[in-house]
């Protein structure tokens, strides 16, 4: 026989097995206290099983949560780490970052003030990090890394006291309270102002929370967008995937399998694909504006603009994320009888009663399903927006794209992503209470 | 579906309205798809129907995109016979592209299967502790907005021993940005959750006395694996591996964040051709991806009917 130690271990197993002592209890053999065959309590020998048991599964998942948490979990938090945490300015000039701790919210700046900031500009731009420095300023006060880039290169030249006549004859701008406040903000590492910024505040000289001039308001209305838009291509989703859903769930099986071929192939195909012939399709030279030219719906001269604007991110999002309403709904669709709505008929119902109080309200897990998977990736999505939004289709995620790789705002685009993962989270935490991650189904 | 003998003449019409509606909104799933073949061959370079080509004149109809595919990049693409083709398969942007999404696209399934499968067979354990918790870390890649997984992968990647700073340690190990093993890595992560729910799926319908059968007739943990758990499943593991390359191959957000010059994939290669000139060569691309795909969901259907055969479900 193969594995003949292993045959005794087996044989070790099956003394443990509970099953074997039901077994033993069902055919009446009572005693004071249940014993295995060699001696010990069953009560323990059972919480050993099961403490292997469950070990033993846990060793299976381990390898790929390990693996999950070390490039998936841990590398976001790290990131997000970055909307609180900035210490480009604290680190590069440690000498005012210790007078702004040693002194009240708005007290002038001193010669002692002046002495440490013109020391450390000295020596920031000496080990050449006066550019951090100022990109630290500037992501709270638009337009100071020149100010700061331009002085390190004139302190360089040598700088003479009395510091503060120095400085203020470099760049007047010195003198000016608002830097020096934005200054003390960044005085400290932990920082909510990018999460201020996210919201459109800002802090003022004194030091208190309030709102951006309103051409520099652009966050806010951007998350607006993103919930809206996305509401708007989950209602959309419904509205189309309902009576496909529907169609496919009565139909018999044969056909219904023939056409839900249609709905998986635009599942399958790529997204850059399926994103590429809306591009086509939507055109003012497209297919969609010829058809409406040919059939005299329009004039050749006021060919529609359908693309590069809200319209053509919710086309094209409506039509690639149509496939993940219709699959759980017709999977909740297929196992509801159809004897309800007949019965409801024979007790003298309409078609459309019979649909709005029997038959609706059964489909509303499929429906919730769907729903809120439509939601949560509509929120994130990147690809189509940035592809065919033009500036009035983009979403919140295009923002963060834009300070990760433009602006390099990076503790910006951190604070962004947490606003958005948390919404996400909460929208996932609320789908696996009412749906259950291991009902997501794929095809 | 038919309409009922009971039926008033105003349900009948409605029942036709009610097919008409979906016969269009099923126009609306597949037109996109479709109506990008025939615009591949065009000889212009227009994205709409010429006249020719609605006349049916051959002549409206050329190879000449999907030829620029092959000589985009190439050094010498008016030389003939195994000289160009030899040019083609090392030189020309489109085919580096799909040599490159093929390497990583194989290698971060092979990644994402196994360690899926092992993760799911624990899961679907009855005494698996947290599952409910760890199912749901295991499935987050899928519902992280791309760009916020992108962006933490780019700061991971471009530091991976960061992380030991935390314990106080400041090794250095290199960078895995830039590299074939961190965008493999990046695109095994996000093809997980695919395979676990896949492979879950299967497993929900598994009989585990075949197991306990297979051990009490002597078989050990392994061979019970390999012969009697491996091939009830394996459909289901293959389907979750074609959607593991399925989102690799089509990944482009990832790629554009950690991948460097030389990880070119097809869907970067696809990004940048629409971001700047987009011309009909890209439609040629989505042609033979639609194709690709129309392969992947054959392949996928004939799997699941199979796996329903063999574990003695039926079709509901």
């Not at chain 1, 919201?199 to 919930?227: C, P, S």
């Not at chain 2, 075949?210 to 091939?231: E, H, I, K």
């Amino acid at each position: 026989m193969r594995g003949g130690p292993n045959a005794g271990n087996d044989m070790a197993d099956a003394a443990l097995d509970p099953h074997a002592a039901i077994a033993t209890t069902a055919s009446g053999v009572a005693t004071e206290r249940l014993t295995t065959a060699d001696g010990k309590p069953l009560s323990r020998a059972l919480a050993r099983s099961q403490r292997r048991a469950r070990r033993r599964a846990f060793l299976l998942v381990l390898p790929l949560l390990a693996f999950i948490v070390v490039t998936f979990v841990v590398p976001i938090g790290q990131m997000l780490q970055r909307s609180f945490y900035n210490d480009g300015f604290s680190v590069n000039m440690p000498q005012v970052s210790a007078w702004f701790a040693q002194t009240e919210r708005g007290t002038p700046p001193d010669e002692a003030a002046w002495n440490a900031l013109a020391a450390d500009l000295t020596a920031s731009a000496e080990a050449r990090t006066i550019g951090v420095v100022g990109t630290r300023i500037n992501y709270d006060l638009p337009g100071t890394r020149s100010l700061f880039t331009s002085t390190g290169r004139q302190v360089r030249r040598g700088i003479e006291p009395p510091y503060d006549q120095a400085l203020l004859e470099i760049d007047e701008d010195w003198g000016d309270p608002q830097l020096w406040s934005t200054m003390r903000e960044a005085a400290t590492p932990l920082t909510a102002n990018f999460y201020l910024a996210a919201v459109d505040r800002t802090r003022d000289a004194q030091g208190q929370i309030q709102q951006v001039e309103e051409r520099q308001q652009v966050y806010v209305m951007l998350f607006w967008r993103t919930f809206w838009l996305s509401g708007v291509i989950t209602a959309l989703t419904f509205i189309l995937g309902f009576p496909i859903a529907h169609l496919l769930a009565t139909l018999p099986m044969r056909k219904s399998n023939l056409l839900m071929i249609l709905v998986l192939l635009p599942f399958w195909t790529s997204l850059l694909v399926r994103t590429t012939s809306w591009m086509v399709l939507l055109q003012q030279q497209g297919v969609v504006n010829d058809i409406l030219v040919w059939l005299g719906v329009i004039g050749g001269g006021q060919r529609l603009q359908m693309i590069y604007n809200q319209t053509g991110t919710i086309i094209a999002m409506t039509h690639i994320l149509l496939p993940f309403m219709i699959l759980p709904l017709y999977s909740v669709m297929r196992t509801i009888n159809p004897s309800y709505v007949r019965a409801a008929r024979s007790l003298g119902a309409t078609s459309w009663t019979a649909f709005r109080r029997i038959y609706f309200p059964q489909t509303l897990p499929g429906l919730g399903a769907g729903a809120m998977l439509v939601f949560i990736l509509a929120v994130g999505y990147y690809i189509t927006p940035a592809l065919v939004g033009g500036s009035s289709g983009q979403l919140i995620s295009n923002m963060i794209a834009m300070h990760m790789t433009d602006t390099l705002n990076w503790s910006m685009a951190a604070a962004l992503a947490a606003i958005l993962l948390a919404a996400v989270l909460v929208l996932y935490w609320l789908y696996d209470r009412l749906v259950g991650v291991d009902n997501l189904k794929l095809g | 579906m038919a309409v009922p003998t009971y039926a008033s003449p105003l349900e009948r019409v409605w029942h036709y309205t009610y097919l008409a509606i979906c016969a269009a909104i099923f126009f609306f799933l597949i037109a996109p798809i479709i109506v990008i073949i025939p615009l591949s061959f065009n000889v212009e370079p227009y994205f709409t129907f010429t006249d020719k080509m609605l006349s049916l004149d051959p002549e409206g109809y050329s190879l000449r995109w999907y030829r620029s595919l092959l000589t985009f990049g190439m050094q010498n693409p008016d030389s003939a016979g195994w000289a160009f083709w030899s040019d083609a398969w090392a030189n020309a942007k489109w085919v580096q592209a799909a040599k490159n999404s093929i390497i990583i696209g194989v290698f971060s399934t092979l990644v994402a299967t196994v360690l899926g499968t092992l993760a799911a067979l624990g899961l679907s354990r009855p005494e698996m502790p947290f599952r409910r918790a760890i199912m749901a870390i295991l499935i987050s890649p899928m519902i992280v907005p791309l760009i916020i997984t992108a962006t933490g992968m780019f700061f991971f990647y471009s530091n991976p021993c960061e992380l030991l700073t935390f314990f106080g340690l400041s090794p250095s190990c290199g960078r895995l940005a830039g590299t074939y093993l961190g965008v493999i890595l990046a695109h095994a992560t996000l093809g997980i959750p695919f395979v676990i729910i896949t492979v879950t799926a299967t497993l929900v319908g598994f009989d585990q006395s075949l197991n306990r059968a297979a051990a009490s007739l002597g078989a050990n943990p392994r061979t019970t694996f390999f012969r009697v758990t491996m091939p009830l499943i394996l459909p289901g593991v293959i389907s979750g591996g074609l959607f593991a390359f399925v989102t690799s191959f089509d990944e482009v957000v990832a790629v554009l964040f950690i991948a460097g010059p030389e990880q070119q994939t097809i869907p970067r290669q696809m990004w940048n051709g629409i971001r700047e000139q987009i011309s009909p060569a890209i439609l040629a691309v989505a042609t033979l991806l639609v194709i690709f795909s129309i392969l992947l969901l054959t392949t996928v259907e004939l799997l699941r009917r199979r796996s329903e055969r063999i574990r003695g479900v039926t079709p509901r």
